[in-house]
């Protein structure tokens, strides 16, 4: 395997959410170990790893061969930006209700949203309890709306695709995000959101305010 292939396949993994950097060893040309540089508290396992090298590029590779090591992130930056923390779904008879929590600086910030028990519904709820525990982070006066979700493929990946509306006085901005989708497509939706507004949202605060988004390997929701 040369360099190339192989720099495309560490540059592709190290956009997984957390991780900072990746890089492959290889004996008699095939990937023979993995050691990965990741955000201490992201979450980021070892399963995830195998399951996106063997999703994204066919690649199998045992667990002992993925060594990783957790890098402390700076107080300061650490400090500034928004993390997601959970993504939680429930159902009672024919409602749903999605909810989603947000950290920043030691604080959590929830947002709710339900609607009818619809499956292809459910991506779009969560996607309203996003946009409502941002409001409570920034302001409820975020005037920020939802126009399309959809999850596509491209190259045989799976993306989850987000186009949305930002209103200030009577200018609109339309702001569209992408992730690639990893364990849980619903997790997805968030970080989907989230990337769209990476760079408009510090603007609309007194305070610089950075996102740990980052896009995820294909996978499913168990």
């Known amino acids: 395997m040369d360099r190339e292939k192989l720099s495309t396949i560490e540059s592709q993994l190290a956009r997984i959410h957390g991780v900072l950097s990746v890089r492959l060893r290889t004996r008699d040309d095939e990937p ?5 540089l990741v955000l201490e508290g992201s979450g980021v396992r070892r ?3 195998q399951s996106a090298l063997f999703g994204g590029f066919g690649i199998e590779l045992d667990l002992e061969r993925i060594h990783i090591v957790e890098l402390a992130p700076d107080e300061d930056e650490a400090s500034a930006r928004i993390r997601f923390h959970s993504v939680n779904v429930y159902r009672e008879s024919h409602r749903v209700e999605a909810q989603v929590e947000l950290h920043r600086d030691g604080a959590a910030f929830v947002g709710t949203a339900d609607g009818a028990a619809i499956r292809d519904g459910i991506p779009r709820i969560v996607a309203a309890a996003t946009l409502q525990a941002l409001r409570k982070l920034v302001g409820e006066d975020l005037a920020l709306e939802l126009l399309a979700l959809e999850a596509r493929r491209l190259g045989g990946r799976r993306l989850m695709l987000s186009h949305l509306v930002l209103l200030r006085g009577r200018e609109e901005t339309h702001l569209t995000g992408s992730v690639l989708v990893a364990q849980d497509p619903l ?3 968030v970080f989907s959101l ?3 507004l990476n760079r408009v949202l510090p603007t609309l605060e ?3 305010v950075e996102f740990e988004v980052e896009p995820l390997f294909e996978g499913a929701r168990g």
Request: no cysteine; charged share 25%.
């Open 194 to 196: 989230l990337d769209a």
């Open 47 to 49: 399963t995830q790893i």
């Open 32 to 36: 023979a170990e993995l050691h990965a």
């Open 206 to 208: 007194s305070e610089l």
């Open 187 to 189: 997790e997805a939706v």
